[in-house]
């Protein structure tokens, strides 16, 4: 009766999902239908464990530990890392570190066998901030990061990640700074905030799902070689470089799987001197669709970094983007005007396999 009862609590806890196969997993053109939208394609696990991954389902069934991390004392930790640090390696079941508010300056990794953490800041409002001024200078570009997520089915949902480090000067080299860097797979973040200048956000590997969420940054502020889907998240562009680049995709041969899906995901900023992306490596695939796009695009749009041959297997495209930075009169030769049906695989759960993996923002 307590392992029942355990159970229980953990699907309040959780609200796990999963999708049905007559759900309707497109999101829809329409911004203001998205929320609804989303709430009514999951269904509780409970009713439909079929499509899970069966060890997702064991680790949310197995009861749900809860780490309290408070900086005034009053939670199990002072510091996150130590919240981390208690995570058994081997973890098999879902561990929702409860973060407090307030700056925790310090360099968090959760390692690779350490699998279903959640952050969780317990004020929307008022959200945590982990912060680190670590820089390529000193770590190396990846593991400059603030937060690495070496493991799978990670969850973030109310957090604040930032490298501190200064603002890049574009005459010295190692001044790559990130805030986060995910390579864990099938990974959700809901209503973050990534802060930074260069490389702000490492979308390294894997499928990854961000919500609600605030990116900023300079050049490459989103880069990597995952499989993404960003929906409703904000790309703000920051002013005073000569040139600044949200997505730098590193899809390495044309038969590899990544790429970056920007669905409702308004760009924002001014000065006319972005590009919503050029290839890290040659095969890069990003995709922009229903983006209220602002005026701090240049109406070229994308950039080919340098490296023409890319031209023949980079896949840019656009699909019903609006805003003075969505203009297509004078878009890059290699830029794709989509089709309906072209774009179709792109603003669609499945893109990242959702129905196997999934999960909403847990409710504590």
């Not at 929702?96 to 929307?124: C, L, M, Q, W």
């Not at 001014?270 to 983006?291: E, K, Q």
């Not at 890059?332 to 989509?338: F, I």
Request: charge should be positive; aromatic fraction near 12%; include cysteine.
């Amino acid at each position: 009766m307590a392992r029942q009862l355990r159970n229980i609590l953990a699907g309040f806890l959780l609200v796990n999902v999963v999708f049905t196969t007559t759900a309707q997993t497109e999101i829809p053109a329409n911004k203001a239908d998205v929320n609804s939208w989303f709430r009514n394609v999951v269904k509780p696990v409970s009713l439909q464990k079929g499509t899970l991954d069966p060890n997702l389902v064991e680790a949310e069934s197995e009861g749900v530990e809860i780490i309290e991390v408070r900086q005034d004392g009053t939670g199990k930790f002072k510091t996150i890392s130590d919240a981390v640090k208690h995570v058994k390696i081997g973890n098999t079941k879902r561990v929702i570190i409860k973060i407090g508010p307030g700056e925790y300056r310090e360099k968090v990794k959760v390692d690779r066998f350490k699998a279903y953490v959640t952050f969780y800041g317990t004020d929307p409002e008022n959200m945590p901030t982990i912060t680190f001024s670590g820089t390529a200078s000193e770590y190396g570009t990846v593991d400059s990061a603030t937060l690495i997520v070496m493991s799978d089915y990670f969850v973030a949902t109310n957090i604040i990640v930032s490298n501190s480090a200064p603002r890049p000067s574009g005459k010295k080299k190692g001044q790559q700074a990130v805030a986060l860097r995910i390579t864990g797979d099938k990974a959700a973040f809901y209503n973050c905030k990534f802060i930074g200048f260069q490389d702000t956000v490492c979308d390294d590997k894997g499928k990854h799902f961000f919500k609600d969420c605030y990116i900023e940054g300079t050049v490459d502020f989103i880069f990597g070689e995952g499989k993404t889907l960003y929906l409703n998240t904000e790309l703000h562009v920051l002013s005073g470089d000569h040139q600044a680049f949200i997505v730098a995709h590193a899809r390495k041969t044309p038969t590899g799987e990544g790429g970056y899906s920007f669905v409702h995901c308004p760009v924002t900023g001014t000065g006319g001197h972005g590009y919503l992306g050029r290839p890290w490596y040659g095969a890069s695939i990003t995709v922009y669709s229903y983006c209220d796009i602002s005026g701090a695009i240049r109406p070229e749009g994308w950039d080919d970094h340098f490296n023409p041959e890319s031209r023949k297997v980079i896949y840019f495209g656009e699909y019903k983007n609006t805003g003075p930075g969505a203009i297509l009169t004078k878009r890059v030769s290699y830029a794709k005007k989509l089709t309906e049906v072209e774009a179709k695989p792109f603003i669609n759960l499945k893109y990242i396999d959702a129905e196997k993996w999934l999960l909403p923002p847990p409710k504590l």
